[in-house]
T-cell receptor, first 118, second 111 residues
Framework: NAGVTQTPKFRVLKTGQSMTLLCAQD?????MYWYRQDPGMGLRLIHY???????AKGEVPDGYNVSRLKKQNFLLGLESAAPSQTSVYFC?????????????????FGPGTRLTVL | RKEVEQDPGPFNVPEGATVAFNCTYS??????FFWYRQDCRKEPKLLMS???SGNEDGRFTAQLNRASQYISLLIRDSKLSDSATYLC????????????FGKGTKLSVKP
């Protein structure tokens, strides 16, 4: 099992350019997530998906779009990159939460994409 | 915004020391609790889940105090390889599986 993989690992963009980050998981997980991590800010949720064909906004969704056309893939798009989107982007996946008590399963993270927007 | 608060450190300790990290969370309805470890320029990885009764995994002990909304992690006999940032993580209410991450506590174990 490769677990969670992300491409690319590094990218430099100019302001206004667009790009797509790809996340793939081979664990048959239902849930997938995109986070950004900035110094002093911790991990913040951008968007997430509870299953194929569904997506939802997280804490910081502005400037990003996502798609989950296949269960194993979760794409994060930047339509018009801005310097404020310079960050490390992590994808994660997990099984469905167990039970009805809001219990949450472990999230498994990809290795990250380091994005710089000039 | 629901919060998870941690002392950012850094905690600089000698090999063999015992070190404790604390974390508080604001949402009293949270159901799941975790400690993740993140090495420099790497992804977060689960260290251990935290259960109400407390749990131990080798040199690591996690405790949860729901009344005080407080989570702790104790590391005994610190090793150089324990040097990392430790993230306190709490689930949101509802069943979407979303997690709220603390900003992390940095640990540096010195020879």
């Amino acid at each position: 099992n490769a677990g969670v993989t992300q491409t690319p690992k590094f990218r430099v963009l100019k302001t206004g350019q667009s790009m797509t980050l790809l996340c793939a998981q081979d664990m048959n997980h239902e849930y997938m997530y995109w986070y950004r991590q900035d110094p002093g800010m911790g991990l913040r949720l951008i968007h997430y998906s509870v299953g194929e064909g569904t997506t939802a906004k997280g804490e910081v969704p502005d400037g990003y779009n996502v798609s989950r056309l296949k269960k194993q893939n979760f794409l994060l798009g930047l339509e018009s990159a801005a310097p404020s989107q310079t960050s490390v982007y992590f994808c994660a996946s997990s099984y469905l939460p167990r039970g009805s008590g809001g219990l949450t399963d472990t999230q498994y993270f990809g290795p990250g994409t380091r994005l710089t927007v000039l | 915004r629901k919060e998870v608060e941690q002392d950012p450190g850094p905690f600089n300790v000698p090999e063999g020391a015992t070190v404790a990290f604390n974390c508080t969370y604001s949402n009293s309805a949270s159901q799941s609790f975790f400690w993740y470890r993140q090495d420099c320029r790497k992804e977060p990885k689960l260290l251990m889940s935290v259960y109400s009764s407390g749990n131990e995994d080798g040199r690591f002990t996690a405790q949860l105090n729901r009344a005080s909304q407080y989570i702790s992690l104790l590391i005994r006999d610190s090793k150089l390889s324990d040097s990392a940032t430790y993230l306190c993580v709490v689930s949101e209410t509802g069943s979407q599986g979303n997690l709220i991450f603390g900003k992390g506590t940095k640990l540096s174990v010195k020879p």
